[in-house]
């Protein structure tokens, strides 16, 4: 059974960094996809990030390019992603995600395999 188990998130400043991590487990197959999607309230679910772990291929949405690096271990089958310059905006539960059958450039919600539990960032003064 796969699992997601994400930890970080919280509160912090505009302006301020935060770092994101999901520890995956119960599949063994490297040829798959993993990253983060978020969703704020009334909104969609929107992707954040991605990245392969067969390659190292990125994939980061319009929003947050430019302010957030994903980087994985493959031996640790984890995921993290550090998040700079946060806005308001970014106010949302991020859940991790993983898309087993696809690479980030399937990086929709409708194609994601499994979801871990979420966790809130919360930007604010």
């Known amino acids: 059974q796969v699992q997601l188990v994400e930890s970080g998130g919280g509160l912090v400043q505009p302006g301020g960094s935060l770092r994101l991590s999901c520890a995956a487990s119960g599949f063994r197959m490297l040829g798959y996809a993993i990253g983060w999607f978020r969703q704020a309230p009334g909104k969609e679910r929107e992707g954040v990030s991605c990245?392969?772990?067969?390659?190292?291929?990125?994939y980061y949405g319009a929003s947050v390019k430019g302010r957030v690096t994903l980087s994985r271990d493959n031996a640790k089958k984890m995921v993290t992603m550090e998040m700079n310059s946060l806005k308001l905006d970014d106010t949302a539960v991020y859940y991790c995600a993983t898309n087993l059958f696809g690479g980030c450039e399937d990086w929709e919600a409708s194609k994601i395999s499994s979801w871990g539990q979420g966790t809130q960032v919360t930007v604010s003064s």
């Open positions: 990245i392969q772990m067969n390659d190292g291929f990125t």
